[in-house]
């Protein structure tokens, strides 16, 4: 049972590119969310998306950033025109439905990925 | 704004000793706290929750909470050099959205052999 996949681990850009960064949910879970951790900090909550759906994403730059996770294929983040401040790790996570019942037993519901690498020159 | 604080470390301590990692948080509503471990350039893993008042304990870990005081802390008994990475604490946003959660600055663990 394969874990959250997400590509690419390391990606370069230069200032005023596009990045796009994949997620891949584990099976049979619905629920996607993106993190991302600047460097010496902690994990910062970006979006929280279902199928077809972006449910909050209160924690996502106003501008420049996007989110999609569509019926088929993986969720994407994308960043236009990145900056040097947008280097960064990004993680991609995922929950099965019914995550209020879970938390409050204190069980994983999350699980996260690897990790991509964002790194603008 | 809710708000989980931690102190950055590093925080240094001998082979086979305890460690004691500490968080704070200021929504008296938090219902469930988790701690994850994160080594350089990996990816969080969970590795204890915590949702009543008093301790949990799983192998060489336990975590403790106390409501009234707004902390939680996790100790590391019989510390290993294999536990040296940053501890985050997390809590949800909202008590029962267990995705979105709110992490801590982590604190750094260092065991010296």
């Known amino acids: 049972n394969a874990g959250v996949m997400q590509n690419p681990r390391h990606l370069v850009r230069r200032r005023g590119q596009e990045a796009r960064l994949r997620c891949s949910p584990m099976?049979?879970?619905?629920?996607v969310y993106w993190y991302r951790q600047l460097p010496e900090e902690g994990l910062k909550f970006m979006v929280y998306?279902?199928?077809?759906?972006?449910?909050?994403e209160s924690g996502m730059p106003k501008e420049r950033f996007s989110a999609e996770f569509p019926k088929e294929g993986p969720s994407i983040l994308r960043i236009q025109q990145v900056v040097r401040g947008d280097s960064a790790a990004y993680f991609c996570?995922?929950?099965?439905?019914?995550?209020?019942?879970?938390?409050?037993?204190?069980?994983?519901?999350?699980?996260f990925g690897a990790g991509s690498r964002l790194t603008v020159l | 704004q809710k708000e989980v604080e931690q102190n950055s470390g590093p925080l240094s301590v001998p082979e086979g000793a305890i460690a004691s990692l500490n968080c704070t948080y200021s929504d008296r509503v938090s219902q469930s706290f988790f701690w994850y471990r994160q080594y350089s350039g990996k990816s969080p893993e969970l590795i204890m929750s915590i949702y009543s008042n008093g301790d949990k304990e799983d192998g060489r870990f336990t975590a403790q909470l106390n409501k009234a005081s707004q902390y939680v802390s996790l100790l590391i008994r019989d510390s290993q050099p294999s536990d040296s990475a940053t501890y985050l604490c997390a809590s949800p946003f909202i008590y029962n959205q267990g995705g979105k959660l709110i992490f801590g600055q982590g604190t750094e663990l260092s065991v010296k052999p």
């Open positions: 099976k049979g879970h619905s629920h």
């Open positions: 998306l279902q199928k077809e759906n972006i449910i909050d």
């Open positions: 996570a995922s929950s099965p439905s019914g995550q209020g019942k879970l938390i409050n037993s204190g069980a994983n519901v999350l699980t």
